[in-house]
């Protein structure tokens, strides 16, 4: 019972920056770690970042994002972020806030280890 919702996304030009945010709502204590994926058309849904939620702030990161984007969270607010600098046209995709309920020593990389979904926001990266 936890419910997500992404915003924040829209069409920037190479080499910009955009801020994803998601509202988390419902059962939010039950949530060990919540993530960020993103799917591209034709390919597999693949893992950004991810934060530890509860019990500390453990980060995780993709090669492919690593050193441009930050993902940060506000408790107290329920909401997760996704900061993205020097945007590239590889990133364009849907974005998906997630949480994982299941108590592990690190945050999971795999998306079907997710149990809660938003329904995704759209980046779109120009040349």
């Known amino acids: 019972q936890v419910q997500l919702v992404e915003s924040g996304g829209g069409l920037v030009q190479a080499g910009g920056s955009l801020r994803l945010s998601c509202a988390a709502s419902g059962r939010t204590f039950s949530v060990y770690v919540m993530g960020w994926f993103r799917q591209a058309p034709g390919k597999e849904r693949e893992f950004v970042a991810a934060?530890?939620?509860?019990?500390?702030?453990?980060?995780a990161y993709g090669d492919s994002v690593k050193g441009r984007f930050t993902i940060s969270k506000d408790n107290a607010k329920n909401t997760l972020y996704l900061q993205m600098n020097s945007l590239k046209p590889e990133d364009t995709a849907v974005y998906f806030c997630?949480?994982?309920?299941?108590?592990?020593?690190?945050?999971?990389?795999?998306?079907?280890?997710?149990?809660?979904w938003g329904q995704g926001t759209q980046v779109t990266v120009s040349s």
């Open positions: 934060v530890r939620w509860s019990g500390g702030s453990l980060t």
């Open positions: 997630a949480a994982d309920r299941t108590v592990a020593l690190r945050p999971s990389l795999r998306s079907d280890e997710y149990d809660y």
